[in-house]
């Protein structure tokens, strides 16, 4: 079972458009995959009409496997699940600030599914918190999305200076480009900037794209309702390029 989690400090950069896509995508090419909803506003849950758990179960997420089992819906597609996300799950950081070893509980829970799953998508909140530790301790890979401009790439840096304070290992941090608009002179040279200079940067680049914004209304991933687009085709490549590296690890 390999995991990789959807991340950034900053809000509103592609990581749920990105989780929704590739949990699509995994699962298409045969993975069996569970997508978790991390982030309380239950956006990807709310992509697959996933509805949440009526239950106020956040405080029981990281005690064992089992109880991330019984949170487990099945989506409309072949091999994919989801855990939804639920309100509780804003108390994440309150929750885990009182445990010990709050760094491994999430790969714990987790190492729990390996059976069922061949691939664990987390859809992340946009903090860095306890909660996000516990990530960068649970996961094969951390997938980036960075707009290409002066603030998001700043937030990069961010996360780069919090790998390397924290002894974390940066080998599992892999940047793509999100919402890129090539006409944009920012755009444009920030990209060329930053491809020579960013390890591990992916190749794949993800194109502002109004068929991706409009994944709320088809509450698909466009990897489904527009494959041949522009933007589901970015998705499939940025996929092609993540698989290539989960098959190495
Ligand atoms: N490539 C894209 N082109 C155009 N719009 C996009 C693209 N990717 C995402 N969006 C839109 O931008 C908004 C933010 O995207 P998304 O929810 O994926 O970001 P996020 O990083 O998960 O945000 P948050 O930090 O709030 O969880 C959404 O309205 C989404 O439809
Ligand atoms: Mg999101």
Redesign the pocket.
């Known amino acids: 079972m390999k995991t990789l989690a959807?991340y950034?400090i900053?809000?509103?950069?592609?990581?749920?458009?990105?989780?929704v896509n590739l949990a699509y995508l995994a699962a298409q090419a045969g993975y069996r995959t569970l997508l978790i909803d991390l982030?309380s506003?239950g956006?990807s849950s709310f992509y697959f009409r996933v509805r949440p758990s009526k239950k106020n179960w956040g405080k029981r997420f990281f005690k064992t496997y089992e109880q991330l089992l019984k949170q487990i819906k099945a989506s409309d597609f072949d091999r994919l699940d989801i855990i939804p996300a639920h309100e509780s799950f804003r108390h994440f950081d309150a929750m885990l600030s009182d445990q010990g070893k709050r760094e491994q509980r999430l790969k714990r829970v987790l190492k729990g599914l390996k059976k069922e799953y061949d691939l664990i998508i987390l859809?992340c909140?946009?903090t860095l918190s306890y909660l996000s530790e516990a990530v960068f301790h649970a996961v094969n890979m951390i997938l980036v999305?960075v707009i290409p401009t002066t603030l998001s790439e700043r937030t990069f840096e961010q996360l780069q200076d919090f790998f390397h304070r924290n002894d974390l290992p940066d080998r599992m941090v892999y940047p793509f480009f999100?919402?890129v608009q090539r006409q944009k002179h920012l755009h444009k040279s920030t990209i060329e900037r930053l491809q020579d200079t960013t390890p591990r940067l992916l190749e794949a680049q993800?194109?502002?794209?109004?068929d991706?914004?409009k994944?709320?209304e088809h509450r698909s991933p466009i990897s489904c309702f527009a494959p041949r687009s522009p933007?589901g085709q970015a998705y499939e490549a940025l996929w092609q390029e993540i698989a290539r590296k989960l098959e190495k690890l």
């Open positions: 959807c950034s900053k809000g509103g950069v592609g990581k749920t458009a990105s989780s982030d506003q956006a859809d909140p946009p999305p999100s919402m993800i194109p502002f794209s109004t991706i914004e994944m709320g933007g």
